[in-house]
């Protein structure tokens, strides 16, 4: 199954059913069933110590397989998170990027799962993983 949806395309979509958090993120890849997802890390996702919060790397992971979702079905704004288990393995660097790398594993006609691994912008080793199932609307 090919892509509908470019990056370019995904962004628009976003700023027009979820302008609060247009600036929050930037589409770096989209090909068959992976997208690769950027947050612009500003002060609003710090914690204290100076590090990104598990709320931001949560709207990441959850942005990063909306995207991928959206880009095998086309521009759906009613698609939804029906479930998630986060594991937040290390601590990202401190004022650094964060980068989403998102596979789905399935799309089916009612449901989509996809694994999502988010590194510290240079780093080697993911800081965090997730793993997401969503609702696909009827088509």
């Not at 594991?87 to 596979?103: S, V, W, Y």
Request: overall charge negative; hydrophobic content about 45%.
């Amino acid at each position: 199954m090919a892509a509908k949806m470019t990056g370019p395309e995904l962004m628009d979509f976003l700023e027009t059913v979820f302008p609060q958090v247009k600036d929050d993120f930037e589409i770096e890849e989209v090909t068959d069933m992976r997208v690769r997802v950027r947050m612009k890390i500003a002060e609003r996702h710090l914690r204290p110590g100076g590090t990104v919060s598990g709320p931001s790397m949560f709207a990441l992971a959850d942005c990063a397989v909306y995207m991928a979702v959206l880009a095998m079905i086309g521009p759906e704004a009613l698609a939804v998170t029906t479930n998630c288990s986060m594991d937040f393995m290390r601590k990202p660097a401190a004022r650094t990027d964060l980068i989403a790398e998102c596979r789905l594993l399935k799309l089916g006609r009612v449901l989509a799962v996809g694994d999502v691994l988010i590194y510290s912008e240079g780093g080697e080793a993911p800081v965090a993983r997730a793993s997401m199932t969503y609702s696909v609307p009827p088509r």
